[in-house]
């Protein structure tokens, strides 16, 4: 039985990745700084293995986590430890090397700068990218160990947090409006989103067939929508009126929370050239199902208060 290590298990990629490997029938090493939490306590109880491992831990603990398995999911957690994201990466890749891993696959994103000619940077974006070539290089120089990539869009649960539509009042007819805020220019490209739980069933398909997804990157997304349509089919959805409101990434920058100049970025690059440039997002819709919209809403019980 393939044995497939899992870094951020307890998270939403890894989580559902760990998830679904373990319906498809892999044996899940868990990866996990807290094995006594309630998200570990669960992946346990599914029949993964536990194994503690912190993402910013030296190579020869990383190793020694890793020995046995053959092959590795990792995602990187920019906005726990920023540009530190770079240094784990590369030594997380380095660690499964030595490991004697044969399969790496890595949750991406889009070189915003090259994209871009050096217009836009996006760290969380570009760092990934960084990732990726260090690698693509390792398997060029050892080829028995195989790296795929998938890009993941704009999560859809971003809709529930983050971008949640905000409840206002008017004053004279006391109308409740949910107002969805966001820096997705109407005349620029429609964005990509996914749920972040449809990751899971990509990468096990990626993980049945190494070889076949050697090199590969694959990017997918439920829907891409400008923001007027998110609005209509959020309100389809609960039967409140939801408006779209676009709000210039120069002003979102400004909004003084710590991301809020990176988040802007990445819409401005998102708005200009979408959120996978010019890669095929249609593989991945015959790999697995993948939800849309108006889907997400529905199986998640979206509710706007
Ligand atoms: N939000 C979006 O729309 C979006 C879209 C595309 C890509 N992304 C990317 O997704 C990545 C985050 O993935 P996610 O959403 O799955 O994250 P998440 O739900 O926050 O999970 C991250 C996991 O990392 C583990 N971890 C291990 N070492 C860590 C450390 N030193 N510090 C913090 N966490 C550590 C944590 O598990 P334990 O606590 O159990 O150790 C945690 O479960 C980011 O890099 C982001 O750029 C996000």
């Known amino acids: 039985m393939t044995v497939v290590a899992v870094f951020g298990s307890t998270g939403a990629q890894g989580g559902s990745v760990a998830r679904a490997l373990l319906k498809n029938g892999f044996k899940v090493r868990a990866l996990t700084r807290n094995p006594d939490s309630e998200s570990a306590k669960a992946l346990k109880n599914q029949g993964a293995e536990i194994v503690k491992c912190d993402d910013a831990d030296p190579k020869e603990s990383i190793e020694k986590a890793l020995k046995g398995s053959d ?3 990792c995602v990187t957690n920019f906005w726990a430890y920023f540009h530190k994201e770079l240094e784990y990466g590369i030594n997380i890749a380095n660690a499964a090397l030595s490991a004697g ?9 889009a070189p915003c700068n090259k994209i871009s000619g050096g217009k836009y940077n996006v ?7 960084k990732i990726e070539e260090h690698l693509r290089e390792l398997s060029k120089n050892n080829p028995s160990f195989v790296t795929s990539f998938v890009y993941v869009p704009f999560y859809m ?3 529930k947090t983050y971008f949640a539509p905000k409840r206002t009042v008017d004053e004279k007819t006391q109308d409740v409006t949910y107002v969805l805020g966001l820096p997705s220019d109407p005349k620029g490209l429609p964005l990509d989103m996914g749920d972040v739980d449809d990751i899971g069933s990509i990468v096990a398909v990626i993980m049945k067939e ?13 829907d891409a929508l400008h923001g007027d349509k998110i609005a209509e089919i959020m309100s389809k959805a609960t039967g409140k009126k939801v408006v779209f409101n676009f709000i210039q ?12 100049e ?6 401005s690059f998102y708005n200009e050239f979408g959120a996978f440039n010019k890669l095929d997002k249609t593989e991945a819709s015959k790999m697995a199902k993948i939800t849309n ?5 529905r199986k998640s019980k979206f509710q706007l208060e």
């Open 293 to 297: 919209l108006e889907e997400f809403l």
């Open 210 to 222: 190494p070889s076949k997804y050697s090199g590969k990157v694959i990017p997918y997304s439920g």
């Open 262 to 267: 990176e988040m802007a970025e990445m819409f």
């Open 101 to 109: 891993v044969k399969h790496f696959v890595f949750s991406g994103l």
């Open 249 to 260: 990434p120069k002003e979102y920058a400004q909004f003084g929370f710590p991301g809020a």
């Open 71 to 73: 092959s590795v999911f």
């Open 157 to 159: 649960q971003n809709f």
């Open 123 to 129: 760290p969380h974006f570009d760092l990934k990218y």
